[in-house]
């Protein structure tokens, strides 16, 4: 670590206002902001600009960085809530009777599931989970030809254990 010319003390009283300014027109909320100038005067510490060339510049840009990963990391939040509360709402609009008949029949696919041979239950989660039989084949170490058969083996032998289940 460089030594600074200025203390540190020096240092922060001189730039804090601005980086907290700075801060806060980007983030809109003080309390926030404050954190994170805080965590910018942390980075300063434990890794100082080198050669102490244009500090102000330095917390600045630093300062930028960390309320721009703010906005980012707070749009993603907001958008998992959203997702969260629609498919919330959307469940409290279907018949808990309909609700209950889809959570008992998920359980008993993931029992059967876990009752068949690795090969089969693999290749019956990859085809519904979208992958292509190249990719299938790819997975469980099979020819690509063999792949349908396989599937329409492994579909006979989850009917078969499903159908004992319920």
């Keep these: 670590m460089l030594k600074i010319e200025e203390s540190f003390k020096d240092i922060f009283e001189r730039y804090y206002p601005k980086v907290l300014k700075q801060i806060s027109w980007v983030v809109k909320d003080e309390f926030k902001a404050e954190d994170i100038a805080q965590e910018v005067f942390i980075k300063f510490l434990k890794k100082p600009p080198r050669h102490n060339e244009n500090i102000g510049g330095w917390l600045s840009k630093v300062a930028m960085n960390h309320a721009l990963n703010y906005l980012r990391t707070e749009r993603s939040a907001r958008v998992r809530e959203i997702e969260a509360f629609q498919q919330n709402e959307e469940k ?17 696919v993931k029992e059967v599931l876990l009752k068949m041979n690795k090969r089969d239950m693999m290749c019956l989660i990859l085809k519904h989970s979208g992958y292509s039989y190249e990719e299938i084949a790819v997975a469980l170490g099979i020819k690509k030809s063999s792949v349908g058969t396989t599937i329409a083996r492994a579909q006979k032998k989850f009917k078969e254990l499903y159908e004992k289940e319920v």
Excluded: M, Q, R
């Design 92 to 108: 409290l609009l279907e018949d808990p009777e309909e609700i209950a008949i889809k959570n008992f029949e998920k359980s008993k």
